[in-house]
């Protein structure tokens, strides 16, 4: 049972407008959410995360939305540029427990 | 710079064979995670570590195996080979307990099993 979903497998958006990846999650218990992005033959790198007592996270172009109520967090590249081609994992977890990864989005960036 | 490394990015085995997947981290980190990623279900866990010579089992542990002798290596075990463990599997490691802490990947291995 996936209690971390990305529903959209790709996503394509043009340079310079935004990105907007979304992730849905099944476990009202958990805390505490993250979002990796992987490049083709790299592993994940860590890019952003969010605790539950906040909505909102900002670093850069970077920001994540979390809606406790719809259990949904949604992370906002702005602008987006060719090098955030990648695929991006949302991740969650409560406690002091293992992270539960998402399917992955891949972001396409058309120049 | 932090740097995990796996000992193979490509590898291919046939059927019944033992497989050893080898992690290093220069890092110093007290916690290793084993993890297989596949197309539609994303990362998922099979084995992790928190300290030399312990080990947990994660979402997925059947058919593997893990040792962890020493701090800076983890290493991933398929007893017996099966076409249905042919996947990437990615190796991290983490400063601190628990999923908040950063966890830093290795590139990845890619296993085909025949």
């Known amino acids: 049972d996936q209690q971390v979903k990305q529903n959209s497998p790709s996503l394509s958006v043009q340079e310079g407008r935004i990105s907007i990846l979304n992730c849905d999650y099944t476990?009202?218990?958990?805390?505490?959410f993250l979002w990796y992005k992987k490049y083709p033959a790299e592993g994940p790198t860590f890019l952003i995360s969010?605790?539950?007592?906040?909505d909102k996270n900002e670093d850069g172009r970077f920001t994540v939305f979390l809606n406790k109520s719809a259990k949904h967090l949604s992370l906002h590249i702005v602008p987006s540029q060719p090098g955030d081609s990648a695929v991006y994992f949302c991740?969650?977890?409560?406690?002091?427990?293992?992270?539960?990864f998402g399917t992955g989005t891949r972001l396409t960036i058309i120049p | 710079d932090v740097k995990v490394t796996q000992s193979s990015r490509y590898l291919v085995k046939r059927t019944g064979e033992k497989v050893f997947l080898e992690c290093v981290q220069d890092?110093?980190?007290?916690?290793m995670f084993w993890y297989r990623q596949d197309p539609g279900l994303g990362l998922r866990l099979i084995y992790f570590?928190?300290?030399?010579?312990?080990?947990e089992k994660g979402d997925i542990p059947e058919g593997y195996s893990v040792s962890r002798e020493k701090k800076e290596r983890f290493s991933l075990i398929l007893e017996s080979a099966s076409t249905n463990q042919t996947s990437m599997y990615l190796c991290?490691?983490?400063?601190?307990?628990?999923?908040?802490?950063?966890?830093?990947f290795g590139p990845g291995t890619r296993l085909t099993v025949l």
């Open positions: 991290a490691s983490s400063k601190l307990a628990g999923g908040r802490e950063e966890q830093f």
């Open positions: 476990n009202s218990m958990f805390d505490y």
């Open positions: 969010i605790s539950s007592i906040k």
């Open positions: 991740a969650a977890l409560f406690g002091n427990e293992k992270l539960t």
């Open positions: 890092m110093d980190h007290e916690n």
């Open positions: 570590s928190y300290d030399v010579k312990m080990k």
